[in-house]
C-alpha cells in the first residue's frame, strides 16, 4: 500500500473539542495531584543544575575554592565521627591540586554556608598545618563517589555573604597574573 503526498489528512474537529474539554475536566479535579509532581520536577531538575555546576567546577579547580568532603573516607584513620570538613585549594601544581584541610569537622553533611558562617574561615586555627595533596584527575571520581560532597567558588572573597579569604588575598592573586 503506498501513501500519497497529495492525500489529505481529515482532522475531526468534533474529537478535538471532546479532548479538550476532557483534559479541562481533568485539571479542574485532579489539580492538587499535579501541584506535588510538578514541585517534584522542579526539585530534581535544581538538583540536576546544581550537580552540573559542581562538575564544572571540579573540572577546572582554581586556587580558593572550597571542596567540602568526608575526610574520612580519604584518611581512614582520621576522626570517624567528625568527618565531613573543608578543603581549601591552596594553590595547583600540574597535575597535583594542594589543599588546606579545615580543622574544624561536622558530623554530618553541611552546606557551604554552615561551614563558613560568621567568618570562620578567617579564624587563624581554621585550617590545620599539614596539607592534601590530590592529583586534578582523581577530584571528579572523588565527587561522583560521593567523597566529595560539595563545592564552592568564592564570590570574591565571600562565599554565601561570609568572608573566606583577605583581601589582599585576593589583590596577590591577581597582581601576580
Given at each position: 500500500m503506498t501513501i500519497s503526498l497529495h492525500q489529505t489528512v481529515r482532522f475531526?474537529?468534533?474529537?478535538?473539542?471532546?479532548?479538550?474539554?476532557?483534559?479541562?475536566?481533568?485539571?479542574?479535579?485532579?489539580?492538587?495531584?499535579?501541584?506535588?509532581?510538578?514541585?517534584v520536577?522542579?526539585?530534581f531538575g535544581y538538583s540536576n543544575i546544581q550537580?552540573?555546576?559542581?562538575?564544572?567546577?571540579?573540572?577546572?579547580?582554581?586556587?580558593?575554592d572550597f571542596y567540602f568532603v568526608d575526610y574520612h573516607l580519604l584518611a581512614p584513620t582520621t576522626d570517624a565521627k567528625f568527618r565531613y570538613l573543608p578543603l581549601k585549594?591552596?594553590?595547583?601544581?600540574?597535575?597535583?591540586?594542594?589543599?588546606?584541610?579545615?580543622?574544624?569537622?561536622?558530623?554530618?553533611?553541611?552546606?557551604?554556608n554552615n561551614h563558613v558562617k560568621s567568618d570562620a574561615a578567617m579564624h587563624r586555627n581554621y585550617f590545620r598545618k599539614e596539607e592534601l595533596i590530590l592529583p586534578v584527575?582523581?577530584?571528579?571520581?572523588?565527587?561522583?563517589?560521593?567523597?566529595?560532597?560539595?563545592i564552592a567558588?568564592?564570590?570574591?572573597?565571600?562565599?554565601?555573604?561570609w568572608m573566606v579569604m583577605h583581601l589582599s588575598e585576593l589583590n596577590t592573586e591577581n597582581s601576580g597574573s
Open positions: 475531526d474537529f468534533h474529537q478535538l473539542a471532546h479532548l479538550r474539554t476532557w483534559l479541562k475536566n481533568l485539571w479542574v479535579n485532579c489539580y492538587e495531584l499535579f501541584i506535588p509532581l510538578i514541585l520536577a522542579l526539585y550537580h552540573q555546576h559542581r562538575m564544572s567546577l571540579i573540572e577546572q579547580p582554581q586556587i580558593h585549594v591552596k594553590s595547583i601544581d600540574g597535575d597535583n591540586v594542594v589543599f588546606k584541610i579545615g580543622n574544624i569537622g561536622h558530623t554530618e553533611k553541611v552546606s557551604a584527575s582523581q577530584l571528579h571520581s572523588l565527587a561522583e563517589q560521593g567523597v566529595i560532597y560539595d567558588r568564592p564570590n570574591n572573597i565571600f562565599i554565601e555573604g
